[in-house]
């Protein structure tokens, strides 16, 4: 399923999707400031992970409608996103450690690491869960990735690729993705 666009958006439209991007920026906007604030209770660092979705999914539909929106327009709202990105992983990177937030000692964020280790694949099999398969075989996935990327005439991360690959109703591991632009485009992922 590919998504065709007929016409640029109407200055109605830009609007619209300007005041709803400026509405999710806004409030992780103000959480970074908390974050860079000087007295930041621990627990707030808890809510990074969730802005961090909150904002990546942002990134990777805004990348999508790229071509529909004036591009000064595009890059300044863009630019916005990638930084408090960036604050976000430079905070989260400053989180205390647990026993600071009042619970038992290791990393804020440590815990996540472990579901991708022999107990998460343990518990996925306790409650009968399987890893994700990739909806394209090898081969779609580089014709995809390939068109996906001449057809934009741009240089995408694999974040932004993702976004791209899941619009045209596809899905694929962040590893694999990964490596075709390495593959396809070394020069663009050494600029990057």
């Known amino acids: 399923m590919s998504v065709q666009h ?18 999710i920026l806004l409030p992780i906007h103000d959480f970074i400031a908390t974050l860079n604030g000087l007295a930041v209770a621990p627990e707030t660092y808890l809510r990074i992970p969730s802005c961090q ?34 604050q976000l992983f430079e905070a989260e990177a400053r989180a ?28 996925m099999k306790e ?20 068109r996906l990327k001449t057809g934009l005439g741009l240089f995408y991360g694999e974040r932004a690729m993702m976004g791209l690959i899941k619009a045209e109703g596809h899905w694929a591991p962040r590893w694999k993705i990964r490596a075709l632009l390495r593959q396809i485009d070394p020069e663009g992922i050494r600029a990057r």
């Open 96 to 123: 205390p450690p647990l026993s600071e937030a009042g619970a038992d000692g290791g990393p804020l964020f440590g815990t996540l690491q472990v579901e991708h280790g022999p107990t998460g694949n343990r518990h």
């Open 53 to 86: 979705e909150q904002l990546q999914n942002l990134i990777d539909h805004f990348s999508v409608i790229h071509d529909l929106i004036p591009r000064p327009t595009y890059d300044k709202y863009f630019v916005s996103m990638l930084l408090a990105r960036d």
């Open 6 to 23: 007929e016409a640029p958006f109407t200055e109605e439209e830009v609007l619209e999707v300007v005041q709803l991007v400026d509405s």
């Open 127 to 146: 409650w009968g869960l399987e890893r994700r398969q990739s909806t394209l075989n090898d081969e779609e996935l580089f014709s995809l990735v390939v």
